[in-house]
């Protein structure tokens, strides 16, 4: 059952009996309507009957033993991009692009396409998140534009966007190499440009994440910082590759100040958030476009510092997860308020009680979310769901199913199919290759 804009915010997002206080507090940032289903009836709890999740396919390749590593689903689930990086072999520094055949997935899925970079970097590895979880690949809404990351890639990383041709994906290299030219140089060689991206629905505003950008040069000190580039009117394939905007925190970079985290892009492109210590820093869209600024126009609060933020396929609601190796198990929702995200805050709690993570990681670490369905990492052993009660995610008390399945990153399309990728060697319980599950 998928719901609509009216029913997530008609559905009581609140989670927790007690209040949560300070920039949180209820009584300023959750509307009246939603506190009244604190204490909801068992009637009202009730999940929806849906479909349990079920795999119906694997995909591997000869000759590739870390497909996996990260990937990207369009919203229809039809289009698979994943990435191979950092292993060698084959497909070293590709991404390989994957269309559901005529069938569906559970019949044998063979590559459309590779997709490389020109002239190829020796020390690049497309996809590859220099060590911030399966991000280093984003593709819109619709599969037309897929987004690599390049963090290490020589002159401090890059982002390669690649487009699809009129006949459709086949082997091709970048339609633009995206950098770090701009005000504020972000080439200065530890910048790791591109450790995680991030495209808009419609592949017209592409992120980039420069981990280790530092304005002042200070060595040692990371900020963090967030270009985003916008695609000319001539396509991407005319793009010089400097960045439209860089997002950085407003402090004045301190030397106490907290270093920006990964970003997510609204749907629309109009909004950009970013982790930033413990809260979400949101950043608002000018009208004349993100070349004519977009300052914070937020501070989300949240109870711990969040780890991975991302939207619902129609920006009304925003998944962060607070996971930290060997800590925390919780994840929170926030929903946009009638005004936008300027005072919204936290709408539901969802948390799962999960063995200790050995070796980093920990629940919610990775995460996909489809508005109406979470799929996140919990343990050594499992992938766990969160579906939307009929009732609104207010009354998400529990995980409805478990995979057994341990990939090292998820994706989940809007209309729910699941994929599960399996990466380097050993780091999954199911060694390289990607697992689909549909309900």
Same mark, same amino acid.
């Given at each position: ?77 039809r289009i698979i991009a ?70 290490l890639g020589s002159n ?86 400097? /960045? ?141 769901? /969160? ?29 729910n199919e699941l994929v ?20």
């Open positions: 059952m998928t719901l609509g804009r009216r029913e997530l915010l008609q559905s009581g997002l609140v989670l927790r009996s007690k209040p949560i206080r300070g920039a949180l507090a209820l009584a300023l940032l959750v509307p009246a309507f939603w506190a009244a289903s604190a204490a909801p009836s068992r009637a009202v709890a009730a999940y929806a009957a849906a479909a349990r999740f079920r795999e119906v396919g694997k995909i591997l390749v000869r000759g590739d033993n870390c497909l996996g590593a990260s990937l990207a689903l369009d919203a229809n689930g994943a990435a191979s990086s950092p292993c060698g072999g084959r497909y070293k520094d590709t991404v390989l692009v994957f269309r559901e055949p005529a069938r569906g997935w559970g019949h044998r899925a063979r590559p459309v396409a590779v997709l490389s970079a020109s002239p190829a970097d020796p020390a690049g590895e497309l996809g590859d998140s220099d060590g911030l979880g399966p991000y280093g690949l984003a593709i819109s809404a619709d599969g037309s534009t897929i987004v690599a990351g390049d963090p401090g990383g890059g982002v390669y966007v690649f487009q699809e041709p009129s006949g459709g994906w086949h082997s091709e290299t970048q339609s633009a190499y995206l950098h770090g030219t701009g005000p504020n140089d972000t080439s200065d060689g530890q910048s790791a440009l591109g450790g995680s991206v991030a495209v808009s629905a419609d592949g017209s505003v592409v992120l980039g994440y420069a981990g280790g950008f530092n304005s002042q040069l200070n060595y040692g000190l990371q900020y963090g910082a967030v270009n985003v580039y916008e695609r000319p009117a001539g396509g991407w394939g005319t793009a010089t590759g400097a /960045f439209t905007a860089q997002l950085t925190t407003p402090a004045g970079h301190a030397v106490d100040e907290p270093q920006l985290g990964a970003p997510a892009i609204s749907p629309d492109a109009s909004v950009i958030v970013a982790p930033a210590a413990s809260s979400i820093l949101v950043y608002d869209e000018a009208p004349g476009g993100w070349g004519a600024g977009g300052g914070v126009d937020a501070a989300l609060a949240l109870p711990g510092p969040p780890s991975v933020v991302t939207f619902s396929p129609d920006g009304d609601s925003l998944l962060a997860s607070t996971a930290q190796s060997g800590g925390s198990d919780t994840m929170y929702l926030l929903a946009a308020g009638t005004s936008g995200w300027n005072g919204a805050g936290v709408a539901a709690t969802l948390s799962v009680k999960v063995p200790p993570v050995s070796g980093g990681g920990a629940f919610g670490d990775h995460v996909a979310y489809s508005g109406t369905a979470i799929a996140a990492f919990s343990d050594l052993s499992s992938t766990r769901i /969160f579906e939307q009660p009929a009732s609104g995610w207010a009354n998400a008390s529990r995980t409805t199913q478990t995979l057994h399945p341990l990939p090292v990153s998820v994706a989940l399309s809007s209309s599960l990728g399996g990466g380097p060697g050993a780091a999954s319980n199911f060694g390289p290759g990607l697992l689909i599950f549909q309900r």
